[in-house]
Structure formats: structure tokens, C-alpha cells
């Protein structure tokens, strides 16, 4: 009983982490209708900068937000300068764009740093101030910071006017220009805080998993296969998604297929997924008249 | 009386294919102006070539002593033109409060902001009644009531609807029609609206164009266009 705590606890925390790179997917999903593959890269490429910064003798935590400037920066940057001009190109050459752009994160990432694997810090302390034992100390402050995360892109999203305007230019551009919301930096907006917020979760993962070029592959399938069961254009169905397949993920690992067929099982809920309820637990389905 | 929009020799195209061929047309300002034709006839497509959505244009269009063609849309709309476009625009998914606050999107004067939610809850004390509900799920006479309260948080200078009419029963029709007269008596916002249902339009509007295929073929005072014994045939139907 106590080990299946453990494992579902911790099946948790590391839900966190996929819960917010689901989150980033679906922000981007929901204006562009495109996944961006290369968000985990981002994320990787933005989780190296806080490396260097800590290297350079910053505290964690001012290395945590220049960090999340930076990766803002750069999800403007990709949304702005490499997306903008394929915008209206066939589905098909965003796609490649995408993939295009996580082979380049991840070579650029290997060219710089080198692909041996790096320690990453923890801002959390080592030894456990609370009395269990099922939780690393790392893992809670993980599920915090998710949390944490999740509370302000939700505020952000539901009470502000620029959250408003955010929601309005993803659903219907046409009818935002004619308010004067300027869609095209909505756009950026988004694409910017998706690589903040994936920057979070590499920065959260880089402790447990080590920092490497290759860091965040296995993560991306396991948001993107949250994303897909909660509901791909739902950005709190996709974060719960997220959660439920770290959880299912870590009892699968542990109880029944090993830990060397894990990420078998995030391919098997995209799979099972799109075959039964292709909206998602959470999703819209949408019906189009001819 | 001056104009606020002044449209001079545009021409527009989707694509290949042309759709307005040297259209003029004045809006004169506090004015009901109407844009009369079949379908077909390149009504919307003047709209849109106002606001340079989704169409490509040539020609001069001039707003309030300036020239805004060629400018982005959603500069056109921050300077004073709102466009209640064709199948209304609203934000499905938002509520009906949600997309009135966008309306008001472009605005820093909070305290006017709030006066006209009442403003508009009093010119359609439907929304009101559905404020926290979805758009989506509104009726379509609902709908366009949405969109024209959603323009006028805007406190436009200029209004532009499109077909308003398009679709709703005839009680419905004369309701908005009734709002919209005392909309532009009570705020004196200048007004563009394209109709199918000419019988109402020229009813309501001051001035008025008529447009075939393309080409605005007659021009002027609602009265005297009404009484154009061609017209009467081909769109008054008596």
C-alpha cells in the first residue's frame, strides 16, 4: 500500500511537468491550429540558459526568471520570425517547419553544450522538512511550482482584459481585427508565454532527468498524449490529461508493463484515444455543416 | 451636410476575380446611408474593402479627412469605423458580456466603459437578461443584437452593418430596425448599411446607393430612390 502511494504521489509531481507542457501545446494549438513539435526542444534549449546562468554564479531563482524572459523571447521569436511567413502555407509544411525546428533546437543544443549529460540544481532543499517519505522534497516544490503555474495562466486568462482579448483572437481573428485587437501580436503573446511556461517544466524536470539534448523527447510524447486525452483545444482538459497520464504512466511503470515500456504507454493513449473519443475527455466536438 | 466616408473610384478583387468596378460612395455624417442591391451585387465586398479585410482594393477611401486604405484592419477599427459584418461575428464560445468587453477592447476610459454596458443592456434588455450566457447559444435575432451592442461599445464614429436583417422574422427585423433609428438619433453615430430588403433600408436611411454588379448605377435621396419607377420594380417588388 505504502509503495502504490509512493508511486501514484509521484506519478503526481511528474504529471506536473507534462500537465504544463501540455498546457503550452494547447496555447498554441488553440490560435494557430498547429502542434508545435519543437516546444519541448524550446523548453531543452531554455533549461541549457538557465544551466549557463547558474554556471555563471546567478542565484537559482534570478537564473529561473531571466530564464523565463529568455524562452518568452524565443517563442516570439520562432512565432514571429520563422512561423509568420509559412502562416498561410499547406498543413503539411508547418509540420515540417515544426519538426525542422526540434532538429535544430536539439543539434544547436548538442553543439554548444555537448551531449554529456549535465546536473541540473533544485531550488528545493535536500533534506525533507515534513515527516513522509513518499515525496522527495524536489516533487513536492514540483507540484507546487506546477500548480503555481496553472493558477496564474488560468487568472491570467479569465480575469484580464489582454487574457480576454487572448481567447477571442484564438477563436475568431476576423472578428477580433474588426474590435482592434491586434491579432498578430496576440499570436506572439501566446507563442511567448507557451515557451515560458515549457521552460518552467524543463527547468522542473532537468533535476530528476539530468540536462541532455535528448531531455525532453520522452516528455513531449507523454504531454502531447495528455494533451490529446483531455481535449486538445480544452487548456485545463489538456493539463488534467496531463496529470492522468504521469499518473497511469508511473503505476503502468511500476505494476504492470516495467519501467522499459513506459513510453509505450503515452503512445497507447494517443492511440487509444483518437480511436474512441478523438475530442478527448474534455474536448469540444465539433460538428461542421456542409 | 460633410461626409465622414468619402469612397472614390475603388475598385476590388478576390483573387482574378473583380467584384467592384470604380464604386463612389459619400456617408454623410449623423446620416443613415443605404447600400441597396441584389446578391451578388459587391454590397459586402464594399464593406470589407472599407476595413481592407480579406479583399484587395484600389482606390481612395477617405475617413473623417483622412485616408485609411491600405491601413491594417484592426487600425481602421481604432479609429472609429465599427463593422458588423455578415453572419454577425460574435464570439461563439464567449459570453454575451465577454464579447460586449471586447467591443470596449481598444478603450482606457473605464468609467464610460461601464455606462455603456448599461447604455446597450438598455437598448436590447435581452442581453441583459443573458449576459452570462454563451453567444453561441443565442438566438439569431439575439446574435445581431450582440453584435450591434458589441460595435457600439466601441463608441464608433461610423457604423457599418451588414444585412442585418438577414435571416430574422419580420418581427424581429422591425425591432432592430426601430433600435437602430434611435441609435443614430440618440449617440449621432453615421451609419452604412447594406440591405437586401430595400423596403426597410430606404424606410430608415437618408441617403442611398444602388449597386449592380459591381457598379453603383443610381445615387441620392432615399425618397427620390424610392420613387424611381425602375427601382420599384426590380427591388420594391410594386
Known amino acids: 500500500m505504502q509503495a502504490f502511494l509512493h508511486q501514484l504521489l509521484s506519478g503526481l509531481a511528474t504529471g506536473g511537468i507534462y500537465a504544463s507542457l501540455a498546457l503550452a501545446l494547447v496555447m498554441v494549438y488553440q490560435s494557430t ?3 508545435n513539435f519543437a516546444q519541448g526542444e524550446l523548453a531543452m534549449f531554455s533549461t541549457y540558459i538557465a544551466w549557463t546562468l547558474v554556471q555563471a554564479g546567478f542565484p537559482y531563482w534570478e537564473a529561473f526568471f531571466l530564464t523565463l524572459i529568455f524562452a518568452f523571447a524565443l517563442g516570439v521569436f520562432v512565432q514571429n520570425v520563422i512561423l509568420k511567413p509559412v502562416e498561410n502555407a499547406s498543413f503539411f509544411s508547418v509540420v515540417m517547419v515544426f519538426i525542422g525546428l526540434l532538429v535544430i533546437f536539439n543539434s544547436v ?99 530528476i532527468l539530468y540536462l541532455e ?26 493539463a488534467l490529461g496531463g496529470v492522468l497520464v504521469g499518473v497511469v504512466e508511473n503505476l503502468a511503470g511500476a505494476y504492470v508493463v516495467g519501467t522499459e515500456l513506459k513510453l509505450t504507454v503515452a503512445l497507447c493513449v494517443i492511440v487509444g484515444v483518437l480511436v474512441f473519443k478523438p475530442s478527448g475527455l474534455f474536448g469540444r466536438f465539433v460538428v461542421t455543416r456542409v | 451636410m460633410s461626409a465622414i466616408l468619402e469612397i472614390a473610384n475603388l475598385n476590388a478583387a478576390y483573387g482574378e476575380t473583380k467584384v467592384l468596378q470604380g464604386v463612389s460612395i459619400a456617408v454623410e455624417e449623423g446620416g443613415i446611408t443605404a447600400l441597396l442591391g441584389a446578391n451578388g451585387a459587391g454590397k459586402t465586398t464594399t464593406l470589407r474593402a472599407i476595413c481592407n479585410m480579406m479583399v484587395r482594393t484600389s482606390g481612395t477611401i477617405t475617413f473623417a479627412g483622412e485616408r485609411i486604405d491600405g491601413r491594417a484592419t484592426e487600425d481602421i ?9 455578415d453572419g454577425r461575428g460574435t464570439f461563439g464560445h464567449l459570453t454575451v458580456e465577454e464579447n460586449l468587453r471586447l467591443g470596449a477592447y481598444t478603450r482606457r476610459d473605464r468609467a464610460a466603459v461601464n455606462d455603456d454596458f448599461q447604455r446597450v443592456y438598455a437598448y436590447f434588455p435581452r442581453l441583459l437578461e443573458r449576459h452570462k450566457q454563451q453567444a453561441g447559444t443565442l438566438s439569431g435575432g439575439e446574435q445581431q443584437m450582440l453584435a ?91
Open chain 1, 33 to 35: 491550429h498547429h502542434i
Open chain 1, 109 to 207: 543544443a548538442g553543439w554548444i553544450y555537448t551531449y554529456t549529460v549535465k546536473t541540473f540544481p533544485s531550488p528545493f532543499p535536500t533534506q525533507a522538512w515534513y515527516g513522509g517519505s513518499y515525496l522527495s522534497p524536489h516533487e513536492v516544490g514540483m507540484m507546487g511550482v506546477t500548480l503555481v503555474v496553472l493558477g496564474l495562466v488560468f487568472a491570467f486568462f479569465r480575469f484580464t482584459k489582454l487574457g480576454l482579448a487572448m481567447r477571442a483572437a484564438a477563436q475568431n481573428p476576423v472578428s477580433s481585427r474588426l474590435v482592434g485587437i491586434r491579432v498578430g501580436w496576440m499570436l506572439a503573446l501566446g507563442a511567448g508565454l507557451a515557451g515560458a511556461i515549457g521552460a518552467v517544466a524543463g527547468m522542473m524536470a532537468a533535476p
Open chain 1, 213 to 238: 539534448p535528448n531531455m525532453m523527447g520522452g516528455i513531449l510524447l507523454y504531454a502531447l498524449a495528455g494533451a490529446v486525452l483531455g481535449g486538445i483545444d480544452n487548456p485545463w482538459g489538456a
Open chain 2, 77 to 85: 477599427a481604432r479609429r472609429g469605423i465599427a463593422h458588423v459584418p
Open chain 2, 148 to 238: 450591434i451592442g458589441r460595435a457600439l461599445m466601441m463608441r464608433p464614429k461610423l457604423l457599418l452593418l451588414d444585412e442585418p436583417s438577414f435571416g430574422l422574422a419580420p418581427l424581429i427585423v422591425r425591432e432592430i430596425f426601430r433600435i437602430l433609428a434611435a441609435i443614430n438619433k440618440d449617440e449621432k453615430t453615421s451609419v452604412l448599411l447594406v440591405e437586401q430588403n430595400a423596403n426597410l433600408a430606404l424606410e430608415l436611411a437618408g441617403q442611398a446607393y444602388l449597386l449592380e454588379t459591381g457598379k453603383i448605377i443610381m445615387g441620392g435621396e432615399s425618397a427620390v430612390i424610392a420613387g424611381d419607377p425602375s427601382v420599384r420594380r426590380a427591388y420594391l417588388g410594386y
